[in-house]
């Protein structure tokens, strides 16, 4: 009788465990959506693929963690103990790294985009010059290729803006279509529990 309670009682903590996360996940969903761009954008050119691709490769690293230490403490409740461990580790180990990340956001750059976008030029170009700083490029030619290139993205893309509503999206069938297949994939790969 013990097992039953206690394996029920860490499938029900599980589950409110579960749902609250889904929560704040849901909550944090424009900051998955974020993060890559940032990377994007922080990277130099030759770095760039491999910095976005790893975004990806840790969350299946990430994925693979979790899997095996809620398999390795399964044992431990299954066993007929009743201790709270099997739920406390896991928790306490995912936020290791996120208390590093935390701790190191206060030497994280503005992206150099959004400055632009706010019309903070010299800062963005200062931005870009630290992220691009390299042995031997006294003069900053990288960066400052790079700040003219994302300042004329700006411009074209204020000049476009200008021109198109808001709804552009909704406008034509074909548009229509494209927009109800990029929201139906989003939400089938949300729909499966990809990130819980």
Same mark, same amino acid.
């Given at each position: ?19 609250? =996360? ?8 424009? $900051?998955?959506?974020?993060? !890559?761009? #940032?990377? /994007? @954008? ?62 190191? =956001? ?8 959004? $400055?632009?976008?706010?019309? !903070?030029? #010299?800062? /963005? @170009? ?71």
């Amino acid at each position: 009788m013990l097992y039953a309670y206690t394996t029920a009682d860490l499938d029900c903590s599980v589950k409110v465990f579960r749902c609250v =996360s889904a929560i704040f996940v849901a909550g944090s969903s424009p $900051l998955y959506a974020h993060l !890559r761009t #940032d990377q /994007a @954008e922080v990277s130099t050119p030759e770095s760039r693929g491999f910095m976005v691709s790893m975004h990806g490769i840790m969350f299946a690293v990430g994925y693979g963690f979790s899997s095996w230490i809620g398999f390795g403490v399964y044992f431990i409740s299954a066993g007929g103990s009743t201790s709270t461990f099997p739920w406390r580790f896991p928790l306490a180990f995912q936020a290791v790294p996120a208390l590093i990340m935390l701790a190191g =956001s206060h030497w994280l750059p503005y992206s150099p985009r959004w $400055l632009m976008m706010k019309d !903070r030029f #010299d800062e /963005a @170009e200062a931005v870009l010059k630290r992220l691009h700083a390299r042995a031997g490029d006294e003069h900053h030619e990288t960066a400052i290729k790079e700040f003219y290139q994302m300042k004329k993205q700006l411009e074209h893309d204020r000049r476009i803006k200008a021109t198109i509503s808001r709804f552009e999206v909704f406008k034509t069938p074909s548009n229509r279509k494209r927009a109800l297949i990029a929201a139906a994939m989003m939400w089938f790969n949300m729909f499966t529990g990809v990130i819980m």
